[in-house]
């Protein structure tokens, strides 16, 4: 069993930065493969960002460039780097972890991106 707990969300003004971090309690945090979704009201789940258990990375078209996805096994959590936000990104985030039939999900945290 695997409980992820988000932090960091916020209200932030177009064009700035918020650091996400997911902590990972429980065994194994290494063979996962770590997730970021988010939830824009009245739209589905996107998946914006994942790393794998090797370090190798993938993002949405739309965060390209912007966002980092980042991982400290050491720590067991799981960082989520976003930059030049827009409004857009408006959204809860969801850290997910990932790993053959085991899928795990944080409680979710907001970002807002307004002036």
């Known amino acids: 069993q695997v409980q992820l707990v988000e932090s960091g969300g916020g209200l932030v003004q177009p064009g700035g930065s918020l650091r996400l971090s997911c902590a990972a309690s429980g065994s194994g945090f290494d063979f996962y493969a770590m997730n970021w979704y988010r939830q824009a009201p009245g739209k589905q789940r996107e998946l914006v960002a994942t790393i794998t258990s090797g370090g190798s990375t993938n993002y949405a078209d739309a965060v390209k460039g912007r966002f980092t996805i980042s991982r400290d096994n050491a720590k067991n959590t799981v960082y989520l780097q976003m930059n030049s936000l827009k409004p857009e990104d408006t959204a809860v985030y969801y850290c997910?972890?990932?790993?053959?039939?085991?899928?795990?999900w944080g409680q979710g945290t907001q970002v807002t991106v307004s002036s």
């Open positions: 997910n972890a990932r790993w053959k039939l085991r899928d795990y």
